[in-house]
């Protein structure tokens, strides 16, 4: 059975309407839709890569000037997958690296730090950030 990534990035939008009626929990319900749009377009655009170059477009020898600042110049899949699309010559394909930028570095601040400030506006907008990311996956040729 195949997951449908798209449902992660629909719950996300689902999570934000909730939290409006559970005040007591908002900032638990709003911390998880980022994290929920950022993994329903990263599983959705490392899917993508994997059925148009197969698994060695992730191979880390294959990707060695991939740097992450966030992880002191470890390498990981996650820039992997985010620097592909930002360093191709297709613009959907930069749009979705840039939009997977914002979303990635919004996730890990929300995920990882106590004093992220959050607030449902950005919230929203990283959604959004999400949809138009899965658009142009789409324009590409994905399915989910």
Not at 5 to 30: C, R
Request: proline letters at 0%; aromatic letters at 12%.
């Amino acid at each position: 059975m195949n997951f449908c990534w798209n449902d992660y990035i629909n719950l996300a939008e689902k999570l934000i309407k909730y939290s409006k009626d559970n005040k007591e929990i908002v900032e638990a319900f709003l911390r998880t839709s980022i994290s929920r749009s950022y993994y329903g377009i990263y599983c959705s655009a490392k899917k993508y890569l994997i059925s148009v170059y197969g698994n060695s477009v992730l191979q880390k020898d294959y990707n060695s000037d991939v740097r992450d600042e966030d992880n002191k110049n470890k390498i990981t899949e996650h820039m992997i997958i985010q620097n592909i699309y930002i360093n191709s010559d297709e613009d959907l394909k930069k749009e979705i690296g840039e939009h997977l930028k914002n979303l990635r570095i919004n996730r890990n601040k929300s995920d990882y730090y106590e004093d992220y400030n959050i607030n449902i506006n950005n919230t929203i907008l990283l959604n959004i950030s999400a949809k138009k990311a899965m658009t142009c996956l789409k324009k590409l040729g994905f399915s989910d």
